[in-house]
């Protein structure tokens, strides 16, 4: 089954040629944008499985563009193709709920794996920028959690397996690498975090992060 991509940028040049590498790819291309507004309506339309994302965006910023698509559909993944490196831009992109964070020096090959693997829920982040956000899905543990809380009674309960994912999830393990370590296969693991995310009425990786931290699980 073809992965259904939306390409945002409001660069018309660099918009097409994103668009045109991935549907050389085998990608299926079902919408592009070129503002933060146009961005947001036609995702709502096209249903993209993976959103490629500008973060510098006029009439909405990408940040916001993220949060609101994010919002309505938990299960788009988005994958920020931005020319801006700083530390602000990338934190706030994944605190609006971005899976990962390109730079736009990477390579059409970079580009090209990074979609593939947002679009299965893996973390991308280019070199460098993984510690980072590692580092500050430990900061939002130490903030009050929206979710569901551990110590209650009426708590859900995790399988030894989903609980056994969720330490090596927030260790900053990427879905591939915790298939290896577990000796499963990396759809397995898709499940097993799904199913988490579900018992615990979690959004995203950020959540669960957040949530797996709080519970100490990192350190077992």
């Known amino acids: 089954m073809s992965i259904k991509v939306m390409?945002?940028?409001?660069?018309?040049?660099?918009?097409?040629?994103?668009?045109?590498?991935?549907a050389e790819?085998?990608?299926?291309?079902?919408?592009?944008?070129?503002?933060?507004?146009?961005?947001?309506?036609?995702?709502?339309?096209?249903?993209?499985?993976?959103?490629?994302?500008?973060?510098?965006?006029p009439a909405?910023?990408?940040?916001?563009?993220?949060?609101?698509?994010?919002?309505?559909?938990?299960?788009?993944?988005?994958?920020?193709?931005?020319?801006?490196?700083e530390h602000a831009d990338v934190l706030e992109a994944v605190k609006s709920g971005a899976t990962g964070y390109l730079l736009k020096s990477a390579s059409t090959e970079e580009l090209?794996?990074?979609?593939r693997r947002t679009a299965?829920?893996?973390?991308?982040?280019?070199?460098?920028?993984?510690g980072l956000v590692l580092g500050e899905y430990r900061r939002l543990a130490s903030e009050p959690a929206p979710a569901a809380d551990a110590d209650r009674p009426d708590a859900p309960r995790l399988t030894d397996r989903e609980t056994e994912v969720l330490r090596l999830v927030a260790k900053g393990l990427s879905y591939?690498?915790?298939?290896?370590?577990l000796v499963i296969s990396h759809r397995t693991v898709q499940n097993h975090v799904q199913n988490t995310l579900g018992k615990l009425q979690l959004h995203n990786r950020v959540e669960l992060v957040r949530y797996a931290i709080e519970a100490g699980l990192d350190d077992a």
């Not at 829920?121 to 920028?129: C, E, N, Q, S, Y």
């Open 7 to 22: 390409v945002v940028d409001d660069h018309p040049m660099w918009r097409d040629a994103v668009a045109r590498d991935l």
């Open 60 to 85: 909405k910023p990408g940040v916001q563009v993220c949060k609101e698509l994010v919002g309505h559909n938990p299960a788009l993944r988005v994958l920020v193709l931005s020319a801006s490196g």
């Open 25 to 57: 790819a085998g990608f299926e291309v079902v919408a592009t944008a070129g503002d933060g507004d146009q961005a947001v309506r036609r995702a709502k339309a096209a249903g993209p499985d993976v959103l490629v994302l500008d973060l510098n965006l």
């Open 120 to 130: 299965v829920g893996d973390p991308v982040f280019t070199p460098g920028l993984a």
């Open 176 to 181: 591939k690498q915790i298939a290896e370590r």
């Open 112 to 115: 090209l794996d990074a979609v």
